[in-house]
């Protein structure tokens, strides 16, 4: 089992940045990829950003230009760096770990909250 923990997430003004961390309890150094994705009311949970072991990295079309996926696997944590946010990127994002033999989790979510 592994536990993801989020953090950084909070109240932001239109136009400002959030840095997102997810910590993994396990080392992330052979996963298979994190990713960030993120649920607003009444919508189905989407990706974000995704970074693959080899360090590619995938955005969605809405995040491109303004958010940064990077890792850092001495302290096993994938950041997301949110600039430029906007009133739609309110959510509950979440962080998500692929590791081998299809094994995958979820953190408990951080909420973003964006006011224009």
């Known amino acids: 089992q592994v536990q993801l923990v989020e953090s950084g997430g909070g109240p932001v003004q239109a136009g400002g940045s959030l840095r997102l961390s997810c910590e993994a309890s396990?080392?992330?150094?052979?996963?298979?990829?994190m990713g960030w994705y993120r649920q607003a009311p009444g919508k189905q949970r989407e990706l974000v950003a995704f970074?693959?072991?080899?360090?590619?990295?995938t955005y969605a079309d809405s995040a491109k230009g303004r958010f940064t996926i990077s890792r850092d696997f001495a302290e096993n944590t994938v950041y997301l760096q949110m600039n430029g946010l906007k009133p739609e990127d309110t959510a509950v994002y979440y962080c998500?770990?692929?590791?081998?033999?299809?094994?995958?989790?979820w953190g408990q979510g951080t909420q973003v909250t964006v006011s224009s």
């Open positions: 970074i693959t072991s080899g360090g590619t990295t």
């Open positions: 396990r080392s992330i150094f052979s996963i298979n990829g």
């Open positions: 998500r770990a692929e590791y081998s033999r299809g094994a995958a989790y």
